[in-house]
């Protein structure tokens, strides 16, 4: 059963923090690409650089180099499971916090991630950390958003887990 009307006015909150990020990841994307050349690092620091890739793949350019069908099936998974977070946002107990802004983040992230997929084919990625010859791959602010958001729920399973009486 879905959530009352209550709860839908309360997730609201989480909605405005998810559109927060899709602002945000979708304004810093605008701005690496008027930005930079494709492929060429921008130094910034000596472990961190400005480097505008296009992730046809998933998380770390998994599957990347597919024939192209990784696009829609990874757009439905993230349409899916965004539709899942915005119902979950609004079943959330008005009184909790961090599991809601976990889930704001995460459907920040993927919504603005699916926004690239389907107008561009591909994720574009821009912020490029490293240790002398070795690389992280590179991300944006909704691969940020989802990571963070992501933890965030771990901590919270690990913090209720310790919450629960013994059986």
């Known amino acids: 059963m879905l959530a009352g009307p209550w709860y839908w006015r309360k997730a609201l909150l989480w909605y405005a923090l ?31 650089d400005w480097l505008l ?7 770390f350019s ?3 180099d597919e024939g192209g069908w990784q696009r829609w099936f990874f757009s439905g998974i993230a349409f899916v499971v965004s539709c899942m977070l915005v119902v979950w946002l609004a ?3 008005p009184k909790q916090r961090w599991e809601p802004v976990a889930l704001a983040l ?28 070795h690389r992280w791959p590179s991300f944006n602010i909704a691969d940020s958003a989802i990571c963070v ?12 887990k310790d919450d629960e009486p013994d059986a």
Do not use: C
């Open 91 to 93: 079943r959330i107990p």
């Open 62 to 64: 998994f599957l990347s």
């Open 149 to 160: 958001g992501a933890v965030m729920l771990l901590i919270d399973l690990w913090r209720n």
């Open 106 to 133: 995460i459907l920040g992230g993927a919504l603005g991630n699916l926004y690239d997929r389907l107008t561009l084919g591909y994720v574009v990625d821009f912020i490029s950390l490293h240790y002398q010859q």
């Open 18 to 48: 998810a559109a927060v990020i899709i602002a945000s990841d979708l304004a810093t994307k605008a701005w690496a690409l008027a930005s930079f050349e494709y492929a060429q690092p921008v130094e910034v620091t000596p472990f961190f």
């Open 53 to 59: 890739l296009y992730n046809y793949g998933a998380a």
